[in-house]
């Protein structure tokens, strides 16, 4: 079964502190895996994808197969990174999202 | 705004009731979905359309639940006799289609259903 994991619900840092938010999947093809993100009173969006290996406002997340993984990383934190932070993974070619349950990041001045 | 428009953006409805909600995607996307939100939860996948064809439905559509396409522009998710388990915010997207870097799903604000 395709599944998406986020273990955190809420990860709070301060400003300047490097972040990880963690993400976990199961599927047995080669998915395509995403950061979507839900800053307040906004609709969701695409943060990042790792077919781009793009650095977006700061953050990467590499996808590592042996363990199945998708972290997403930012070395250092801003307050405008507070927002609601969803994984997720489509099957190869196709647009069908499976999202994790989300980590809403807190970054405190 | 030129992005993905749901309507309405509430609806207060009483169990029983039939409700209806629009989604207008971005111009010339072809494929267009509908996920559901529960508080706590990620969204999830409940239907999609290529043009005016569905393709796939989740098992989470129930048979009271009815999603067109016609012209293969807007869209509308009907749910018939609601519960109050219906309750959540019901999501549109759409995508190009195209394959590769096109398969980027642009959201919509959302429609908030609320059974009572």
């Known amino acids: 079964a395709q599944r998406v994991t986020q273990p955190e619900k809420l990860l709070s840092v301060f400003k300047g502190a490097p972040v990880e938010l963690k993400c976990n999947y199961s599927?047995?093809?080669?998915?395509?895996l995403f950061w979507y993100v839900q800053y307040s009173r906004q609709r969701l969006q695409l943060l990042l994808r790792h077919i781009s290996r793009e650095s977006i406002k700061g953050f990467t997340a590499d996808l590592n197969k042996g363990e199945t993984s998708f972290h997403l990383k930012k070395p250092f934190a801003q307050e405008e990174d507070s927002a609601m932070y969803y994984c997720a993974l489509s099957r190869y070619n196709t647009d069908k999202l499976i999202f994790g349950t989300g980590t809403r990041l807190q970054v405190f001045p | 705004d030129t992005g993905v428009s749901q309507n309405p953006r509430h609806k207060i409805t009483k169990r029983g009731q039939n409700v209806t909600f629009r989604c207008d995607p971005i111009?010339?996307?072809?494929?267009l979905y509908w996920y559901r939100q529960t508080l706590g939860q990620g969204p999830e996948f409940l239907t999609y359309?290529?043009?005016?064809?569905?393709?796939?439905k989740s098992r989470l559509l129930s048979d009271r639940f009815s999603a067109e396409r016609p012209k293969g522009s807007f869209s509308t998710l009907e749910i018939q006799r609601t519960e109050q388990g219906d309750s959540a915010m019901y999501l549109c997207a759409s995508s190009p289609g195209t394959g590769g870097l096109n398969t980027e799903a642009f959201f919509g604000q959302g429609t908030r259903l609320t059974v009572v």
């Open positions: 599927y047995s093809g080669s998915p395509e």
């Open positions: 111009s010339e996307h072809n494929r």
């Open positions: 359309f290529q043009n005016e064809a569905q393709l796939e």
